[in-house]
Nanobody, 124 residues
Framework: QVQLVESGGGLVQTGASLRLSCAASGRTFSSLAMGWFRQAPGKEREFVAAISGSDDNTYYADSVKGRFTISRSNAKNTLYLQMNSLKPEDTAVYYC?????????????????WGQGTQVTVSS
């Protein structure tokens, strides 16, 4: 069992930065692929970024590539999402998720564990 708790969301202006954190407990964190997803009002949940559990390989959605950085601290059992140059269209509830495998996927149903989400609002 893995428990995930996100933090770091908030209200910011266009162009600002935020860093989301996801504290994990339970199973061996370092061996799990982790991902960030987001869901805006009236829209489906979408993939944002993922990091593998084996070699820290990363993958990003085109919409955030170059602006967001996913990273992890296995010593702290924590996943991060550094978000720079934020835009109003980044407004959403952001969720961290963990697979039971070390390999990256962009498909939400292949992530087994989910956090409760943290709200990010970017004003124009």
């Amino acid at each position: 069992q893995v428990q995930l708790v996100e933090s770091g969301g908030g209200l910011v202006q266009t162009g600002a930065s935020l860093r989301l954190s996801c504290a994990a407990s339970g199973r061996t964190f370092s061996s799990l692929a982790m991902g960030w997803f987001r869901q805006a009002p009236g829209k489906e949940r979408e993939f944002v970024a993922a990091i593998s559990g084996s070699d820290d390989n990363t993958y990003y959605a085109d919409s955030v590539k170059g602006r967001f950085t996913i990273s992890r601290s296995n010593a702290k059992n924590t996943l991060y999402l550094q978000m720079n140059s934020l835009k109003p269209e980044d407004t959403a509830v952001y969720y961290c998720a963990a697979r039971r495998l070390p390999y990256i996927t962009t498909i939400s149903r292949e992530y087994y564990y989910w956090g409760q989400g943290t709200q990010v609002t970017v004003s124009s």
